[in-house]
């Protein structure tokens, strides 16, 4: 059965570096999407993306956060200067279709930053 | 806006009692609503679906939830839970108007006792 992964599973930073979070979606899916639950709170949206752009963003997604679809398979997310509250686990999700069609979900990358 | 309470953050069931799970949601238009579930070191997959056919839904593992738009409730229950059913389930809602974003409830963590 076709599934979502991401690497690394975990992730240590230090503050103020860049990381880059890897996923890699369903083969034929369209729409791609990052998520992010940090430690005892909400998984939350963060950017949708179809069509080599962005389609929606939430206001977590600032300019320090960056997607990118470089190779027709992988979708990265990319943090430019790591903050201590970005620590969180980060899932990336696909799906074929809006509205109806399921969201495939990744096992999630452990970002901790120090 | 649309925004997901889950009632309770924890429930416990002995094996081969109901497990019933309270949803309350709220959204301005016609919602797709779905339920989640997160099994530990696991991805978030998908339980069930309701986008606005049958108000009764069947999902997978003998799981089902019923729309009540009166109530702007999706209560998912179980007539007989498993041990294999303990894990974090989160209740979530989609607009017709977004991207697919989809709005996580808090969760709640099932706990199976023998």
């Known amino acids: 059965e076709p599934e979502v992964t991401q690497t690394p599973s975990h992730q240590v930073t230090q503050m103020g570096q860049e990381v880059i979070l890897r996923c890699v979606p369903i083969?034929?899916?369209?729409?791609f999407y990052w998520y992010r639950q940090i430690l005892g709170q909400k998984v939350e949206f963060l950017v949708s993306f179809y069509n080599n752009e962005i389609s929606e963003k939430s206001e977590i997604f600032d300019d320090q956060f960056s997607v990118e679809r470089p190779d027709g398979s992988n979708f990265t997310l990319k943090i430019r200067s790591t903050k201590l509250e970005d620590s969180a686990m980060y899932f990336c999700?696909?799906?074929?279709?809006?509205?109806?069609?399921?969201?495939?979900f990744g096992p999630g990358t452990r970002l901790t930053v120090l | 806006a649309q925004s997901v309470t889950q009632l309770d953050s924890h429930v416990s069931v002995s094996e081969g009692t109901p497990v019933l799970l309270r949803c309350n949601y709220s959204s301005s238009y016609s919602p797709s609503l779905f339920w989640y579930v997160q099994h530990p070191n696991k991805g978030l997959q998908l339980l069930l679906k309701?986008?606005?056919?049958?108000?009764l839904v069947k999902g997978i593992n003998g799981f089902e939830a019923e729309f009540k738009k009166s109530e702007t409730s999706f209560h998912l229950t179980k007539p007989s839970a498993h041990m294999s059913d303990a894990a974090e389930y989160f209740c979530?809602?989609?607009?017709?108007?977004?991207?697919?974003?989809?709005?996580f409830g808090a969760g709640t963590q099932v706990v199976v006792t023998p």
């Open positions: 999700a696909s799906s074929g279709g809006l509205l109806s069609n399921e969201q495939f």
């Open positions: 309701y986008t606005s056919a049958a108000t």
């Open positions: 979530v809602v989609s607009e017709t108007d977004s991207w697919g974003k989809l709005q």
């Open positions: 083969s034929n899916h369209l729409y």
